[in-house]
């Protein structure tokens, strides 16, 4: 199972993940960021911060603070919340490896928000024999407005049964979004990564099958944007990458 070999691989990596790809993943959160509109979430802004201060409007004390909830699966150490935290108002994370979601958390505390606002679990939601979790059970892990994953896809040994696990994880008309790779060449079997890729890219036409059949598909929409790896790393020559943003909502 692939799941093992991610498990260990990112296990080891986690120290030193961010700073590794700390230019590479600051482009990503940059092409986030400008597709809000693309991505198509009713996000939260400043306005709606200023819901339970009161105004002329008659809204009091007990106006209830609209919510925007993302589930970041394979969230690593953070990328797609760090993303999209200043939109929404509670992230929470999941990821097989232990140490990605220690840095996760660390993170989110040294950025000073609470558990509440953003917190990561240890699990995995793409098992065959184990739907849900029974630690990854409770209210909190269900009903949100987006499910997200990042450079998880072409990791997991069934991308498209992950697909479909968040999807149940979305209330009707919520956004899953995935990002990964367009098509590419195969890395060497030498790569220490190696082991722990299922796939070397996903074509338009598979992810829009995938979202299809996970019942997301309604505005489908893909974007590809090209990425450089290992920009600024000693040793180790820029590696150019197509990659995809992919959305769709789901359907009742
Ligand atoms: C390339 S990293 C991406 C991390 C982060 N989303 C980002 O964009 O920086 C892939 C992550 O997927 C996690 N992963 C791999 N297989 C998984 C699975 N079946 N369930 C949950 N997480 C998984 C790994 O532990 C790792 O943190």
């Avoid at 994880?169 to 060497?188: A, C, I, S, T, Y």
């Avoid at 990425?227 to 600024?232: D, E, H, I, T």
Wanted: hydrophobic residues 35%; proline residues 4%.
């Amino acid at each position: 199972m692939a799941s093992d070999q991610n498990k260990a691989y990112f296990n080891d990596q986690a120290a030193s993940y961010d700073s590794k790809h700390e230019k590479t993943i600051e482009h990503i959160i940059e092409e986030i960021r400008s597709r809000l509109d693309f991505i198509g979430v009713d996000w939260v802004d400043d306005d709606d911060d200023d819901a339970s201060d009161g105004d002329a409007g008659g809204a009091d004390e007990k106006t209830p603070r609209k919510t925007v909830r993302l589930l970041d699966y394979a969230c690593g150490t953070g990328l797609v919340s760090r993303a999209l935290a200043p939109h929404t108002t509670q992230c929470i994370g999941i990821d097989l490896a232990e140490n990605m979601v220690a840095a996760y958390n660390s993170r989110a505390k040294n950025q000073g928000l609470t558990p509440e606002e953003m917190h990561a679990y240890q699990g995995n939601l793409c098992s065959p024999s184990d739907p849900s979790p029974s630690h990854l059970s409770g209210r909190e892990f269900w009903g949100f407005d987006i499910a997200a994953v990042g450079l998880g896809f072409h990791h997991f040994d069934d991308p498209a049964l992950a697909a479909r696990r968040l999807v149940e994880r979305l209330r009707v008309g919520g956004v899953l979004l995935v990002l990964d790779f367009l098509p590419h060449e195969k890395m060497e079997t030498s790569e220490p990564a190696a082991h722990t890729i299922t796939r070397h890219g996903f074509s338009e036409d598979e992810i829009r099958k995938i979202f299809e059949d996970a019942g997301a598909a309604e505005n489908f929409g893909l974007e590809d944007v090209a990425v450089v790896f290992n920009r600024g790393r000693e040793g180790k020559p820029d590696m150019k990458r197509r990659l995809f943003i992919a959305r769709g909502t789901k359907s009742a």
